[in-house]
């Protein structure tokens, strides 16, 4: 199977618990295996996944998401088909990846500070001093802070290049929804900015009449988890 799909980009890691894992090194060269296998070190792997047998199966997509967890081995070809169909996501620059990878978990925009680091650090304090901007910005950004380098290969991302750019916000994928010049971010503007700005709130009403429609039509029961941001 890692044969037949690695043009496609599948590509396997096994995972081998430490019991018995002196000898994973010669049973690997003996089946011939053309995938790494890994000691489990630890038990850390088989924490973090929940494993209860052995062999077991997880699949992760090109987004770094796990998708389907504890496969049977007759069912693990056919999930690897129906994930490699899917489109590739689109790519982002590596500096924007984690905060992408948090933003989409979180419903969150991406906030860019440009410029020197020491106007980068002023704006941020600014922030803090700010009881409802600091609010806003840890419950509704993920917050990135470029080095010059990474500035200078980002900036195709937001076409207006402004030498006064202090603050650039991206959606989840990395697409640009506004930007600010530093004069616009005096006084009370820092503030009005990122409550502008910050993802759009969903209507709790409206998606519980939509649960319980949709349960309804599919004779399911409606799991509701209450939480807050922090």
């Known amino acids: 199977m890692s044969e037949r799909f690695a043009d496609q980009g599948l ?10 894992g002196e000898n994973a090194a010669e049973f690997v060269q003996q089946q011939g295996l053309p995938y790494p296998v890994a000691i489990d070190i630890d038990n850390k792997t088989t924490s973090a996944y929940h494993i209860d047998g052995f062999p077991d199966y997880y699949l992760i997509d090109r987004s770094g998401k796990v998708r389907v967890a504890d496969l049977a081995n007759g069912d693990v070809e056919r999930a690897v088909a129906v994930l490699i169909a899917e489109p590739a996501p689109p790519s982002i620059h590596p500096a924007l990846a984690e905060a992408s990878r948090k933003a989409q978990d979180k419903r969150k925009r991406i906030l860019v500070f440009w410029g020197a680091a020491e106007r980068q650090n002023e704006l941020l304090a600014r922030m803090n001093q700010l009881p409802q901007a600091n609010r806003v910005l840890s419950n509704e950004f993920e917050v990135v802070r470029p080095d010059a380098v ?6 195709p991302l937001c076409p207006s290049i402004l ?13 640009q929804v506004a930007e600010a010049i530093w004069s616009e971010l005096e006084g009370p503007g820092l503030e ?21 429609k949709q349960a309804q039509r599919e004779n399911k029961r409606v799991l509701v988890h209450l939480g807050a941001p922090w």
């Open 192 to 212: 009005a900015f990122l409550k502008t700005h910050k993802p759009q709130t969903l209507d709790a009403e409206q998606l519980w009449a939509q649960a319980l």
């Open 150 to 155: 990474a500035q200078a290969e980002l900036l």
């Open 11 to 20: 590509v396997i890691i096994g995972v081998h618990s430490t019991r018995g």
């Open 163 to 175: 030498e006064e750019r202090a603050l650039s916000v991206l959606d989840a994928q990395g697409n």
